[in-house]
């Protein structure tokens, strides 16, 4: 158990520019989310896949905001014309599949910082 | 709506004391329950969960949460503080139905521990 990676840890980017986040999960995990934390405050959900199938996403998820897991094993995240708002942390968690009470397992998280 | 509240947004205690850490949901079905510690530009740990079955739940490093139906709190205690758990604390909820599993979490309480 390698523990789920997330690349790149910090990413500073003028306003307007895309980016895009990479997330490898515990490799045994189907489920993969992605959550984004604000300064002061928990995490919030962005979106699910279960395998490659994207399950659901926030209405926090504007379309700006798009992400893939093509093979279901990695995921990315791309925003794109990142604004001011954006900047937060952007934690990748995975669980087993089954039952929604296994735990999900974090990520260090992409730290973006819009200048 | 279905919620989670902690109580108290920082929490300081002496080293050796003890730790209780308030975390309150409001749902009208029994979630699931999840205690996460933050370390600094570090992802979520798990420390603890609820599911089913016996209350009184122990996790790592001495910590133990009670799920408590009637009051709907899931608060997290140690009996003795030490140094190195100073950190952010996060309980999570997954209210279960079509939530496909993600967390709602609370905004965290900051853990000072002093010698």
């Known amino acids: 158990d390698t523990g789920v990676s997330q690349d790149p840890r910090h990413k500073i980017t003028k306003r307007g520019q895309n980016v895009t986040f990479r997330c490898d999960p515990i490799?045994?995990?189907?489920?993969l989310y992605w959550y984004r934390q604000t300064l002061g405050q928990g995490p919030e959900f962005l979106t699910y896949?279960?395998?490659?199938?994207?399950?659901?996403k926030s209405r926090l998820l504007s379309d700006r905001f798009s992400a893939e897991r093509p093979k279901g094993s990695f995921s990315t995240l791309e925003i794109q014309r990142t604004e001011q708002g954006d900047s937060a942390m952007y934690l990748c968690?995975?669980?087993?599949?089954?039952?929604?009470?296994?735990?999900?397992?974090f990520g260090d998280g992409t730290r973006l910082s819009i200048l | 709506a279905q919620s989670v509240t902690q109580l108290g947004s920082h929490v300081s205690v002496s080293e050796g004391a003890l730790v209780l850490l308030r975390c309150n949901y409001s749902?009208?079905?029994?979630?699931?329950l999840f205690w996460y510690v933050q370390y600094p530009n570090q992802g979520l740990q798990l420390l603890l969960k609820?599911?089913?079955?016996?209350?009184l739940v122990k996790g790592i490093n001495g910590f133990e949460a009670e799920f408590k139906k009637s009051e709907t709190s899931f608060h997290l205690t140690k009996p003795s503080a030490h140094m190195s758990d100073a950190a952010e604390y996060f309980c999570?909820?997954?209210?279960?139905?079509?939530?496909?599993?993600?967390?709602?979490f609370g905004q965290g309480t900051i853990l000072t521990v002093h010698p």
């Open positions: 968690a995975s669980s087993l599949d089954g039952a929604f009470n296994q735990p999900q397992h």
């Open positions: 490799s045994e995990h189907n489920r």
């Open positions: 896949f279960q395998n490659e199938a994207q399950l659901e």
């Open positions: 749902s009208s079905v029994p979630p699931y």
């Open positions: 609820y599911t089913t079955g016996a209350t």
């Open positions: 999570a909820v997954n209210f279960g139905g079509t939530s496909y599993g993600k967390l709602t």
